[in-house]
């Protein structure tokens, strides 16, 4: 065996180091050569807020980046900032960001509209498709920053203050805000005393959108509704975070009408309306694990106030809290409404804390019109429904003498006076019900049309 001497040691160490070092510096400056774009889509040259373009030319038009590696599923880059959005501006900022979604929605590949941090006024704003994108996803829209309303109703000429229309594939994602400046405005609105008012504009209104996701936002203090989703399918709501004051007048979280398969999932909600309030011609709505409160819970309805409604067939709420509500899980439909059928209903696994009306049934719904309601309720399902009342009716099931309801079903109903010293009971009106399990309060006798 041979032994090296201690210079021999030292020689080949410092060759071996040499040779690291020399394959480091090659490394680096390859990784120098290739660097992948600044996420946010703003060159560096480029003052934040301002209209300068970027130097030379970007790939597939002025204004948009390719992204790479991890970021591959964004596509290339539409940055509101590059197309003149300015930050901070109180002018409506409604005309850059239209043209950013126009480049996008036009790009033959997928495509990303980013919305940096920072603070943009908007005015009524219409993104419209369809989009050139390849599916399942044609256009992403990431939302890193707060997009805040103008505070004026004479800006806006229909009843939403943002609107995407028909669009197949979307995704709209990020830890933003949508402020729609409710404080404002809430004091132009007469619903209350009004049954004909004209609604204010809700923050987002989705028309003839399919297969869209909407995930991670927050919205705040809507004018009207957070959310209305028309017209819609394969529409999706993950992980939204609705928030309004308890006083705040018609702010619902969102509305669901003429649509088919809306998922609501994992979503928080504090308003001033309905946290959910599933309207004509919603088919297949699904809301899971949904917290509520507070507003006026989880609405089916209202039904029946208008002519030719369609009807509302499949809904599924299930493993949601309700907490310090008007309402608890609520059905309602207008008198003397033109025939129509809501069926085939699930509510399960629902946690009611001091709620009002926990399980109610009102077809007697915002009118003192003489004539029945013709909205015939089905196939109704309550199971699992436990907490606390704060009134002495937890159960209210009023049907219409017009068209009695059919096949509902309690089962393993317990709850519970919130005030221990207040005796809880249940009402039945023209109302064919099953009983199954433990029922507290006792249920009521049926009563047949």
Known sequence: MAILSRTGTRSIAFVLCLAWFFCQFKVGLAKGLHKVPDPSGAHPAAPLGGHQKPPGPLPAGPGAQHKTHGAARLGTIFNVLQFG?????????????VRT???ACDFNGPASVVVPPGV????????QGPCKGPPPTSITVQIQGTLKAVGDPSEYSDKYWISVE???GLLITGSGT???SGPSVWK?????GNTNCASLPSSMYFNEVQNAQIKGLRFLDSMGFHMHISNCAEFSIIGVHINAPRDSPNTDGMHISRSSKVKVLRTTIGTGDDCISIGQGAVDVTVNEVTCGPGHGISVGSLGKLPDELDVNGVTVTNCTIIGTENGIRIKTWPGSAPSKALRMLFSNIVMDNVANPIIIDQNYGSKDSKPSLVKLSDITYEDIRGTSSTPTAVSLSCSPGAACDNLMLNNINLQPKIPTMRLDATCTNAKVKYIGCQFPPPCAPHPP
């Open 120 to 127: 943009f006024t908007l005015a009524e704003t219409v993104f």
């Open 101 to 103: 979604w126009r480049a």
């Open 166 to 168: 028909h669009v197949n």
């Open 188 to 192: 132009y609105d007469d619903c209350k």
């Open 178 to 180: 949508i402020d729609g």
């Open 85 to 97: 959005a300015r930050s901070g501006a109180r002018q409506s900022q409604s005309q850059p960001f």
